[in-house]
């Protein structure tokens, strides 16, 4: 939890034009975002995991070389 509070207690002692009410904004669509990648990331991992387990082929290893 020490993390946390000192991140929200950075937020509120910036030194910046901005209000704090739209740091704190600032600073939940930057903790989605980060959400969302992560989220994304596992996504694909599973994908790539559940489509190797079931032995098909990568698009590399399917594909005719055309010349």
Not at 6 to 13: D, H, K, L, P, V
Not at 23 to 34: E, V
Not at 55 to 63: C, H, I
Request: glycine share 8%; with cysteine; charged share 20%.
């Amino acid at each position: 939890m020490g993390i946390g509070r000192r991140s929200i207690a950075g937020i509120f002692t910036c030194q910046s034009p901005l209000k704090p009410s739209l740091r704190l904004i600032h600073a939940r669509m930057h903790a989605q975002a980060l959400t969302l990648a992560v989220l994304s990331s596992a996504a694909a991992y599973h994908y790539y995991e559940q489509r190797t387990a079931r032995g098909e082929p990568n698009n590399n290893q399917g594909m005719k070389k055309l010349d």
